[in-house]
């Protein structure tokens, strides 16, 4: 083979230039050259890379890359091997006895090939099956707003939220809970939202969820929520959904679910991307500071561009036309440069001050509102690069909530405490090893030493003749950290009671908080919620579970909302309030995701609805005054190819519309043009699209004779500019033969709107 190179000396030169990458950036090393250096004589988590920008000790953002650069594989301009490197030189026939003949056992590249491909599968995640990840950054804020604490370090000794010029890697999982890994992405579900952040400390996973509280009190019960929202167990249906007899059979008997039953039908369990929804810790842990004062925290990220929903029928239908919704635009969101962000921010709980809640601090079923205790920002989270191999990086990342930095701690919430145990143990069914930490993206960039050297797949080569301690003969190397050299303390947290199997009656209060979160809805997000269960509980068909869900669970959160569900699904409505119903009218602005103020445009994308004789004008105004406010346009037609303008130009098609639809879209617009409009008006599917988004709330717009299809459209109630005055109604923007300008404005301020809420598409066809 090595006669018939086309490059003799490529695979020479590929080996040498990977061994000098590797030597200019030790990621192993402690930078110092003394490669025998323990934590005893190094400063604490010194890694010592030092990056471009002039960041002295410790991560830089790039380290994590750098060390992933090491075991980066890049085929190009190379031979076909075998995995042993062996070259290849047919890989399309098996080795024969005679040409027609039966394949012998000899042939070992047939043999690794298959074999390779037989066992390329491993376990899907048993929750969080279906996801999707991405690289980035975290970087603690200049200056950020504490309140009554003077900065980070009187609140947390965790390095990675000190230096507002250190930046540290992370690597973020998103993913849906109850699903398969080939489900769509749109199903009404939980989101997880777990980050890895590779802290020159070692590794801290933030194995968080878009939902700030949970279903169940005590991981004791995981299995059974579990086992009642997976597929029914005798016919495995349905997929990804929780819209069955077995999950509501087990809801209707625990009254604990009551809040977080109300998130999951809410639009917070249909998020519009991943990068606008929130992410929260969901339990207490605790911040400590050097002096090891201790205190307690919940933790949140807020997403840079908004919070927003997908509404129900929109997800349906991009269930079927695009399953990777969320996925996809994860994707496209970095690729073109417009980077998710989030805010990490901390509520702050002194030791002192937890008994002032109704509630119990420890129970993860209930959340601090945030107008009691603030969330105090502590920096961002910037997320900027896809992976390179779905299956090494992201179905191979694994989180645990046990990876904590010092600074960092746990509190006895029993959800915690039992979710400590089973991530270790899921990861060993997993990986079927113990050394899943070894798997490139799993790897802290902190050093690691320790006398855990074997096992299935071990990847180190540890020196040394003493696996053990105490040992003399390797001088008792590696040597304990005390606290100041870094080593993590727990907090020594005083406990004295009886060993009892039990619940606390402080977890006894499940209503007041569904309440909580009832109350403080927009109509429409009540609205929304109704459907919802209408749908979930119309799934169920035993009557008993129905009427238990309505009349144990709803009638205890508010008797005018579990009328509403009864109605719908065949029930009588309660004539009284439940038992324990809590009669409050307390809310939370913080907890509705419409009220609020309208956000920028940025990172939105609309669908120019054109065909051939368009009016240039209109579009190229339009797009410029979008593309200037960092949104984005597509324009879609009947067929793909090019689009002529009435005055000689062209535009391409981006979409057409078998493969698209308004449910991929923020907005609408509709440019004027003759020719254009009246084909437009013979296309059944251009008039769907604007109804379809009409019912969906969207914003449209249209200019010039691109009002005739909204016209045509009979959406209700909306007038429809005849003149040269701008006409704006319920997020409808027309303009019929006046100035761009004013009509660009109020399209723009439509599309910050998001979603018009308000109105009732209840009778648009679409
Ligand atoms: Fe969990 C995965 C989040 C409760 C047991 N969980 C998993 C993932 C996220 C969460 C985001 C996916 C990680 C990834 O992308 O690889 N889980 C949560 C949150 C919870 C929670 C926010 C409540 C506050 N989980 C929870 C409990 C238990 C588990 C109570 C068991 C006692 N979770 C697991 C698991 C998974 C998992 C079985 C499956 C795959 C994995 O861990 O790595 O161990």
Do not use: C
């Given at each position: 083979a090595v006669e018939n190179d086309p490059e003799p000396d490529s695979a020479e030169t590929a080996q040498s230039e990977a061994d000098d990458e590797r030597s200019e950036t030790p990621a192993k090393t402690d930078g110092s050259g003394d490669e025998s250096a323990s934590k005893t004589d190094a400063e604490p988590g010194a890694t010592g890379t030092s990056d471009d920008d002039g960041n002295t000790d410790g991560v830089d953002a790039e380290s994590k890359q750098r060390q992933l650069d090491q075991v980066r594989e890049n085929p190009e301009g190379e031979h076909?091997?075998?995995?042993?490197?062996?070259?290849?030189?047919?890989?399309?026939?098996?080795?024969?006895?005679?040409?027609?003949?039966?394949?012998?056992?000899?042939?070992?590249?047939?043999?690794?090939?298959?074999?390779?491909?037989?066992?390329?599968?491993?376990?899907?995640?048993?929750?969080?099956?279906?996801?999707?990840?991405?690289?980035?950054?975290?970087?603690?804020?200049?200056?950020?707003?504490?309140?009554?604490?003077?900065?980070?370090?009187?609140?947390?000794?965790a390095s990675f939220l000190q230096d507002p010029d250190q930046k540290t890697p992370v690597f973020v999982r998103f993913s849906t809970v109850v699903g398969s890994r080939g489900s769509a992405d749109t199903v009404r579900d939980v989101r997880g939202f777990a980050t890895k952040f590779y802290t020159e400390e070692g590794n801290y996973d933030l194995v968080a969820n878009n939902i700030p509280i949970f279903f169940i009190q005590d991981a004791m019960e995981f299995p059974d929520l579990v086992h009642a929202i997976k597929p029914e167990p005798d016919d495995g249906m349905p997929q990804a959904s929780a819209a069955h007899d077995t999950f509501w059979d087990f809801a209707s008997l625990k009254p604990e679910i009551a809040p977080m039953i109300m998130w999951v039908l809410s639009g917070r369990a249909l998020p519009r991307y991943y990068?606008?929804?929130?992410?929260?810790?969901?339990?207490?842990?605790?911040?400590?500071?050097?002096?090891?004062?201790?205190?307690?925290?919940k933790l949140h990220w807020k997403p840079k561009y908004g919070t927003h929903q997908l509404v129900w029928d929109e997800t349906q239908k991009l269930a079927g036309k695009d399953a990777d919704f969320n996925r996809r635009n994860l994707y496209d969101a970095i690729e073109n440069g417009t980077y998710p962000e989030w805010e990490l921010g901390v509520q702050i709980v002194e030791e002192d001050e937890a008994d002032q809640f109704d509630f119990d601090l420890l129970d993860p079923t209930k959340l601090i509102p945030e107008e009691e205790v603030p969330v105090r920002p502590l920096g961002k989270m910037v997320l900027n690069e896809t992976p390179d191999n779905f299956f090494a990086e992201t179905e191979q990342v694994a989180f645990h909530p046990g990876n904590v930095v010092p600074g960092i701690d746990f509190t006895n919430d029993p959800l915690l405490q039992g979710r400590l145990f089973s991530y270790q143990d899921t990861q060993l069914n997993?990986?079927?090893?113990?050394?899943?930490?070894?798997?490139?993206?799993?790897?802290?960039?902190?050093?690691?030493?320790?006398?855990q050297r074997a096992g299935f797949m071990r990847q180190e080569i540890n020196e040394g003749k003493a696996s053990y301690k105490p040992n003399s003969i390797d001088d008792d190397q590696p040597a304990e950290a005390s606290a100041s050299e870094g080593g993590y303390e727990h907090h020594a947290e005083k406990i004295d009671g009886k060993k009892i199997r039990n619940r606390s009656e402080s977890f006894e209060n499940h209503f007041t908080q569904a309440k909580l979160f009832w109350n403080s809805m927009t109509e429409p997000e009540k609205e929304n919620i109704v459907d919802a269960a209408h749908f979930e509980l119309g799934k169920v068909d035993r009557v008993e579970i129905r009427e238990r869900m309505v009349y144990d669970i709803f009638n205890n959160v508010d008797h005018?909302?579990?009328?509403?569900?009864?109605?719908?699904?065949?029930?009588?409505?309660?004539?009284?309030?439940?038992?324990?119903?809590?009669?409050?009218?307390?809310?939370?602005?913080?907890?509705?995701?419409?009220a609020g103020e309208p956000e920028s445009i940025a990172t939105r994308k609309i669908a120019f609805l054109v065909d051939d004789g368009f009016e240039d004008e209109h579009l190229e105004a339009v797009t410029d005054a979008l593309e200037e406010r960092d949104a984005s346009v597509e324009v879609v037609s009947k067929v793909l190819g090019e689009k002529s303008a009435a005055d000689g130009g062209s535009v391409e098609a981006d979409k057409h519309h078998v493969a698209s639809g308004s449910i991929m879209y923020d907005a609408v617009f509709v440019p004027g043009g003759n020719e254009s409009v009246e084909t437009l008006?013979?296309?059944?599917?251009?008039?769907?699209?604007?109804?379809?988004?009409?019912?969906?709330?969207?914003?449209?717009?249209?200019?010039?004779?691109?009002?005739?299809?909204?016209?045509?459209?009979?959406?209700?109630?909306?007038?429809?500019?005849?003149?040269?005055?701008?006409?704006?109604?319920?997020?409808?923007v027309t303009c019929r033969d006046g100035d761009t300008d004013e009509f660009i404005e109020s399209f723009v301020e439509a599309i910050a709107e998001h979603r018009h809420w308000d109105r009732s598409p209840k009778e648009v066809p679409a």
């Open positions: 076909l091997t075998t995995d042993h490197g062996i070259r290849v030189s047919d890989t399309d026939n098996s080795l024969k006895a005679s040409e027609r003949g039966p394949t012998l056992m000899e042939d070992f590249h047939f043999r690794e090939k298959m074999t390779q491909f037989d066992h390329e599968s491993i376990p899907e995640r048993v929750v969080h099956a279906r996801g999707s990840g991405a690289h980035g950054y975290f970087q603690p804020y200049d200056d950020p707003d504490l309140g009554e604490y003077d900065d980070v370090a009187e609140l947390t000794k990068r606008m929804m929130e992410g929260f810790g969901v339990h207490t842990f605790r911040f400590v500071n050097d002096e090891g004062k201790s205190r307690f925290v997993r990986f079927g090893s113990a050394n899943w930490d070894e798997i490139p993206i799993n790897r802290p960039i902190a050093e690691r030493h320790n006398n005018e909302f579990a009328k509403r569900v009864a109605e719908g699904i065949g029930i009588d409505p309660p004539e009284e309030p439940g038992d324990q119903h809590q009669d409050h009218d307390r809310s939370s602005d913080a907890l509705s995701m419409v008006l013979e296309q059944g599917d251009a008039k769907h699209f604007v109804a379809e988004a009409f019912k969906h709330k969207k914003p449209i717009g249209a200019f010039g004779e691109g009002t005739e299809l909204l016209e045509a459209v009979d959406l209700p109630e909306v007038e429809i500019a005849d003149d040269g005055e701008t006409v704006v109604a319920d997020g409808v």
